[in-house]
């Protein structure tokens, strides 16, 4: 996840304090004793200046390594020593606080202490079945598809009542976030013919379509663990969503499902008037659920590469009020 601006206002601002407090140092080594300062004075400032210098270089190393805690306790330790220093002191100081506040830079700490999961857990190592995961592509694209059906994997020791699932709109700076999602989730397509386009995709081509508003995403949360997600765009009366990804440890918890919804609401807010997406004939579980979703399949398309064919359907569901 690449740092927000706000992250970055406060990484500067840091930096700042750094610089005004060495540009001290020199005129404490002119100081004379006990003309400018008593020896006691001197000993005092000294102290001030060195701990507020090691609390901002501990601010600055605790942000980089994306430590929520560490990091506004660092920011907080500083103001006392802010309002002895000087104004500009005070005012950096108050500022990166007040920056904390941000949503972006409580996401950005969070996605942090928060990883991604990974596709296998801890002591299974087996992945279970879905519903529906790798999701289609954008209309015109090279390919279509989504990840095929596995068998189930033993029972959670967690019971799934007991899961905090929550999804959120993705920022740019969520790019890494949703290729990495994808890219665990698309895995199973490297050795299919052809494979999956998904796999040549990158972080800052997705990065790039969400900058400049041709696509938007949305990230679905385990126990605020980014564990699926899914990317749209408005075309026309329609809204219409590709690489639906869901990892393979956490499928069959209906999170493809959650998503699709997802989808249809932010259509429906939009007054979209169809919610659409392609996906393989051959993976007929995922044309199951989408049919049991309330979608139809409007036609086939053969898509054609140099790597080999692939059927894509495409498929629509009427948003408008029955």
Known sequence: MQRPTTVRTMLFLAYFKIIITLLVVPSLFNAKVPEDFTSEELQTIISIITLSLLITIAFVYFARKRRYMPALISALAAIPLALIMNYPHLIASAVILVLFLQRSARDYFKNSARPIAKSNEAGGGKTEAIEAEGETVHEGSDSAEEAPSRPAAAPKTKAKTDLEVSIRQAAP??????????????????????????????????????????????????????????????????????????????????YAKRLVKWIEHQGTSKGMNASRCKVRQTVQNNVRMYQDMGYEILDTELVVRSTGTVKALSMEKSLRPQ
């Open 173 to 254: 700076e969520d790019a890494d976030t949703i290729h990495a999602l994808m890219l665990m989730s698309f895995e199973e397509y490297r050795t299919s013919i052809p494979p999956s386009s998904a796999l040549e995709e990158t972080s800052e081509s997705i990065l790039e379509a969400l900058q400049n508003g041709s696509e938007s995403a949305a990230i679905l949360y385990e126990d605020d663990v980014a564990v699926a997600m899914v990317r749209y765009k408005f075309e026309g009366d329609a809204v219409y969503f590709f690489r639906l990804s869901v990892i393979p440890s956490k499928r069959r918890r209906g």
